[in-house]
């Protein structure tokens, strides 16, 4: 799950020694070895992958554990808590301690290591197995996809941003799950009058906020104001598009749709999804991990309590109703000085496997390969996973996160940009100057 990215955004609840004790144990397990320059896993029969701590770390796992049963070199799997991945990994990537193996989104999340050439295309990987490229639907797998080579392969699954629910709190109240924007509002209005926070978010990570941006302007402009910014015409940033969807989202604030404390409130230690599960708040802007995040912590609100919708229809926008945005997938990147590039290549094979595919639906996760469709009926989420299917299967277009399609040093100007609109301490005219400052290349 994103930052997402840079704050990232797979998450489950964590408390606060359980991510020292999860990073002290990186940083021990990579100091352990060898300071020679080469790869983490120089000399040891070792492969060390990194990955993003989470819910899904347990299918992680299960696949590593299998893959080790027949391997002689042996994957040694490392996790970071999840509000923590980029920076650390940002930290270790050029350094004796780098994995060979490592959790990334695509597009501008990696950019950059390919451009200090870290990164090792995968173009012999794919010509001696082509199931590399080909067992994955083509529009996720061109997301890691840099100046025409392939950086990376799909992992876990596709991660649309769903408009999630408490469905006691929205029947109690005698509604159901929005499709327009004015029905939204009219259901902050109610829930406001019964004491409820409508909205729960996770302000203080900053990234849940963004998600809020990427759909209004994704429903008012459609894709191309977002794509035209990225590209380095930065004008699209001041366009009426854009003032009209600052504009709705201002009175959605002004609305009261988040409470007063959401810059309190994380996703990445279980707040906003406590709220939601515990009924202090109906509604959550999160992508699709949240099933998985609320299995972990309470598997019977995610079986019989959770809710979830497309995002809400705005009249009279140039953006396909059925547009959706978030994380096309993850991906594994592998790097360049990797001194095991066989049992790489072996363990990257897995991701497309029956095994891979099974395991993650079971946690809710929807895989991007070809053989998904044939194992959503008999999967434990159906309903769930099925309803994904059809979302992605069906969208024009999958805008990738703001903050992973931009690369990682536009991360804190943008995401502080979006938390002081939230906050009222920069206008319409203070976020579009800031985002038209991003770094585009």
Known sequence: MRHHLSAVRNGASRNRLGAVAAASALLLGTAACGSDGGSSSAGSGTIHVLVYGDATNKVEKQLVESFNKTSDVKVVLDTIPGADYQTKLQTI????????VFFNWGGGSIAPFVKADLLKPLD?????DPGLKANFLPSVFNTAVIDGK???IPMRGTQPVLLFNNKKVLSDNGLTAPTTWEQLLADVQTLKAKGVTPIALGGADQWPTLMWFEYVFDRVAGPGLFQKALGGDTSAWAGADSRKSLGMLKQLIDAGAFGTTFDSVKFTDG???ALLAKGKAAFELMGSWEYS?????????AKNGLGYSAFP???GGAGDPKNIVGNTNNFYSVLKKTEHPEAVAAFLKVMYSDEFVKAQLEIGNLPTTNNTAQFLAASSTPDYSTFQYNLVKQAPSFQLSWDQAYQPSATTKMHTAVQEFFDGKTDADGFIKAMQGLPTS
Do not use: C, L, V
């Open 124 to 128: 012999e990987f794919i010509a001696k």
């Open 313 to 315: 229809t705005i009249a």
């Open 271 to 273: 707040g906003s999804p």
């Open 150 to 152: 392939p950086y990376g």
């Open 293 to 301: 995040t609320h299995n972990s912590n309470n598997p019977e609100f």
């Open 93 to 100: 990537i050029n350094t004796s301690h780098a994995p060979d």
